[in-house]
């Protein structure tokens, strides 16, 4: 095997651990919090948050990084518009993953101090999960774009 197609294998699977695991955990946590089930709630936003540290967090990084080198390798510049559009729905993803993080972790914490203390989950919380969603859904979306983009490589100019 050569060295592209090796560094593609691994871009592909990293991008489809990546969006896979980003949308199990939405679908989980979606469920959990409309369960209005404390216990659930602190269990699956706990999970939730483990899975981003260990698969969305590393593949996060290794997509661009192996992105970069298959564009390099394949003699595409990051001027190349399908590259470029990709490369900025990425960003844009990011922008939109990075605090969806740090609601993750307050819902967490929020989550495990009511089950702890037996008592209801904050108002903060239901906003934070609106929230949460609502950043989810146009990331999800850039994220099915760069998958087209990547497949299809586009011809056209801006």
Same mark, same amino acid.
């Given at each position: 095997?050569?060295?592209?197609?090796?560094?593609?294998?691994?871009?592909?699977?990293?991008?489809?651990?990546?969006? *896979?695991? *980003?949308?199990?955990?939405? %679908?989980?946590?979606?469920?959990?919090?409309?369960?209005?089930?404390?216990?659930?709630?602190?269990?699956?936003?706990?999970?939730?948050?483990?899975?981003?540290?260990?698969?969305?967090?590393?593949? $996060?990084?290794?997509? #661009?990084?192996?992105?970069?080198?298959?564009?390099?390798?394949?003699?595409?510049?990051?001027?190349?518009?399908?590259?470029?559009?990709?490369?900025?729905?990425?960003?844009? $993803?990011?922008?939109?993953?990075?605090?969806?993080?740090?609601?993750?972790?307050?819902?967490?914490?929020?989550?495990?101090?009511?089950?702890?203390?037996?008592? #209801?989950?904050?108002?903060? %919380?239901?906003? %934070?999960?609106?929230?949460?969603? $609502?950043? *989810?859904?146009?990331?999800?979306?850039?994220?099915? *774009?760069?998958?087209?983009?990547?497949?299809?490589?586009?011809?056209?100019?801006?």
């Amino acid at each position: 095997m050569n060295t592209y197609l090796l560094i593609k294998w691994i871009h592909i699977l990293s991008s489809v651990l990546m969006v *896979g695991t *980003g949308f199990g955990s939405a %679908y989980f946590m979606f469920f959990a919090n409309r369960s209005q089930n404390v216990a659930t709630q602190a269990m699956v936003s706990r999970l939730v948050v483990r899975a981003d540290w260990w698969f969305t967090t590393p593949t $996060a990084l290794i997509q #661009p990084a192996t992105g970069l080198w298959l564009a390099h390798l394949a003699g595409w510049p990051l001027s190349t518009p399908w590259v470029a559009l990709s490369l900025a729905l990425f960003v844009f $993803a990011g922008l939109c993953w990075l605090p969806v993080v740090w609601l993750q972790l307050q819902m967490a914490a929020m989550a495990r101090q009511a089950l702890a203390t037996s008592t #209801p989950l904050p108002a903060r %919380y239901g906003r %934070y999960a609106r929230w949460w969603e $609502a950043l *989810g859904y146009p990331a999800f979306v850039a994220m099915v *774009g760069i998958f087209f983009l990547m497949v299809t490589k586009p011809v056209y100019s801006f």
